[in-house]
């Protein structure tokens, strides 16, 4: 059982990805219909809200954004933790 110091935060508020979807014009949708692996809507949302995703579905995002955008982003120019 975790103590209070421990605690895991899992809701790390909006994130870069989403002002980069923004500034580019890209949906939701665009990105998960274009995404070169599976990804899902519910999983890009939760990459924009700033739920904690595990190492393997951010590198996902990432593959999805820099196809999307014909870019080269890194998973840390998207997401402000690791």
Known sequence: MLNESEVIERDLGEQ????????EGISHHQLVAGSPEPITHKMVTRACKGRRLTGHSQRKIQAAVNKVTKKTFRVSDLFNYR
Do not use: E, Q
Request: aromatic share 0%.
């Open 16 to 23: 870069p990805l989403t002002a980069i979807l923004s500034a």
